[in-house]
């Protein structure tokens, strides 16, 4: 019998080794960020064997190359499946090869890793002095990431002291504030924000998050978080009193996370259920899930301030029944547990106001004083810039109504001018009396062309005045040479002749004419202003209303819509007969 037994432990021994042999052998193909990815699936889904196996041949491959990077993420990965001596080894060894990183994520990932360690195996105490320090070099460097896992891990110490608003809020404004962590990170606030939300009576919200994660990881098929889920559900049925259904979730929790090494997981499934029993009166149930919460709390160590509410019903229940020793077992059990979870929950409420709350009051102090002095800065500025930006309003105010003051005052002159009847039909010489843009026409006595003789000056120049007479000029159309042909001359007589006699070229000549004209008839005919401006420039001549006003400013130095405005004002009324009346 004794050789059969052998034979078999020899068997699976063996079947162990080639199993091994040939996974290691598989892996050879594999890149670094493929084992990577094998890893962490095999660990989060509990096949603890399989991930040991990568974590060791990861690192050895990575030392093989002297690939210093990457040899850290050995170490990082050797670290998870160890015993809390082995593992703060390697996080030392960590520690040394990234001495000198330029990485923003060192030392920040070392103190966090190390705190995810001590709170693992449930020294708070040390956990809380590593996050602080995760946030402490986290800050220094600027990493945000490294930033959010050290606040989020305090939230969990905040919970374990029952200070859950304050946990909550850092739960809630990474879940919903932030975007650049990973889904799995996401998956974990929002189980963990689940729990604070029962705690504080946010019932409703606590609802809806659980009903959206059982149906997603139903759906998706992610089990570890599915129960996760389940046992939230679990939680949240205790709280309301829906007990049986509370017991349904709880048994199936108990079933799967037994077969896991999720301990804390396992500890919360025997504590819910054990109150769920309670709840429900079905005392000798109650009794013997707390027993077993009793005996898996000495194999796991694993201690959390529920268990003030275990002891003393157990010690009352035994009490009842006279059974002594028991009942001076539970009692020096409770005594136990209760020192050492009372010297953490001290620890803890003494040291986080101090380490972590106090700081980030301070911090949140100055950037309000900070946000407050820039506020001011932006104040004075905005009151500043308001300031020139109405003072330039005033000048511009002010240089616009002077300019529209001299501009009504020419074209009161104008209007002043028509109406006295000072402007001749011929040569309309208004120049001399309202504005520098116009020029004294000289005689033919006092001019005089290098090429052009005096009769053939002359000559031309009374077929210019006949021109201008009959007011042949507001013809569209008119070119040098057309009208060169019609008085019988030739274009460069008839240019020399305008440019010596009229003191301005063709182009000018024919504006200043037309123009002239608007002056005249716009002030005499109260049916021509009544047109369009579009229409008054084609009979002037002009292919475009725009051409027009622009000729008219040039000429006049007004623009045309303040001669209109004045003519309007001053020709359509009575009192209009002497300059003396204008204003």
Do not use: W
Request: glycine share 4%; aromatic share 14%.
């Amino acid at each position: 019998m004794m050789k059969f037994k052998y034979f078999i432990l020899l068997i699976l021994f063996h079947q162990l080794f080639y199993s091994q042999n040939n996974l290691t052998d598989s892996l050879k193909t594999y890149s670094y960020n493929d084992l990577s990815q094998k890893f962490y699936s095999y660990n989060n889904s509990n096949e603890i064997r399989n991930a040991k196996i990568i974590s060791k041949y990861y690192l050895k491959k990575a030392k093989s190359e002297k690939n210093q990077e990457q040899i850290s993420e050995g170490y990082v990965m050797m670290h998870f499946n160890e015993n809390l001596p082995n593992a703060l080894k390697y996080l030392d060894s960590l520690q040394i090869i990234t001495k000198n990183s330029d990485k923003d994520y060192y030392p920040a990932r070392i103190y966090l890793l190390r705190g995810n360690l001590y709170s693992k195996f449930y020294n708070v105490k040390t956990a809380l002095g590593n996050y602080v320090l995760t946030l402490d070099h986290a800050r220094e460097k600027g990493n945000k990431r490294q930033i959010a896992f050290a606040e989020i891990s305090i939230a969990y110490l905040n919970n374990y002291i029952g200070k859950y608003r304050d946990a909550a809020n850092t739960l809630r404004h990474y879940l919903y504030n932030t975007d650049y962590l990973d889904k799995k990170d996401y998956d974990n606030i929002r189980v963990n924000l689940v729990d604070t939300y029962i705690e504080i009576n946010k019932i409703d919200s606590a609802r809806i998050l659980i009903e959206e994660g059982l149906l997603f990881n139903s759906e998706n098929g992610n089990t570890n978080q599915y129960y996760g889920y389940l046992l939230e559900s679990g939680f949240y049925n205790l709280k309301i009193k829906k007990y049986h259904i509370a017991i349904e979730n709880l048994i199936r929790c108990k079933k799967y996370f037994f077969t896991t090494n999720n301990i804390k997981n396992q500890s919360y499934t025997l504590l819910f259920l054990g109150q769920s029993y309670v709840g429900l009166k079905e005392t000798e149930k109650a009794i013997e899930t707390f027993i077993q919460l009793d005996s898996h709390i000495q194999q796991s160590k694993h201690l959390f301030p529920e268990l003030r509410e275990v002891y003393p019903y157990l010690i009352n229940y035994y009490k009842e029944k006279n059974d002594k020793e028991k009942q001076l077992y539970f009692i020096e059990k409770f005594l136990k547990i209760d020192q050492i979870l009372d010297s953490q929950f001290r620890y803890i409420s003494r040291e986080l106001p101090r380490r972590y709350d106090k700081p980030r009051l301070l911090k949140e102090k100055e950037n309000i004083i900070n946000e407050l002095k820039n506020r001011k800065r932006f104040f004075y500025f905005s009151v500043l810039v308001l300031l020139l930006i109405l003072l330039i309003f005033i000048f511009l105010y002010r240089k616009s109504k002077k300019a529209e003051k001299q501009h009504r005052k020419i074209a009161q002159d104008l209007i002043y001018f028509v109406n006295e009847n000072k402007i001749k039909r011929e040569t309309i010489s208004i120049n001399e009396t309202f504005s520098d843009n116009f020029q004294e026409q000289g005689t033919i006595e006092d001019k005089t062309t290098k090429t052009i003789s005096q009769d053939v000056a002359q000559n031309i120049l009374k077929e210019l005045e006949n021109f201008e007479a009959k007011e042949q000029f507001i013809n569209k159309g008119i070119t040098l040479g057309s009208l060169a042909k019609k008085i019988r001359t030739n274009s460069k007589y008839l240019s020399e002749i305008i440019n010596t006699y009229k003191g301005k070229n063709f182009t000018g000549y024919i504006n200043d004419l037309r123009i002239d004209y608007a002056i005249k008839r716009l002030a005499e005919d109260r049916k021509f202003r009544s047109y369009k401006i579009s229409s008054i420039a084609e009979e002037l001549g002009y292919n475009t209303e725009q051409a027009f006003t622009l000729a008219f400013k040039k000429r006049t130095g007004t623009p045309l819509s303040i001669y209109l405005k004045e003519v309007e004002r001053i020709v359509d009324s009575t009192d209009y007969k002497s300059k003396n009346t204008l204003k």
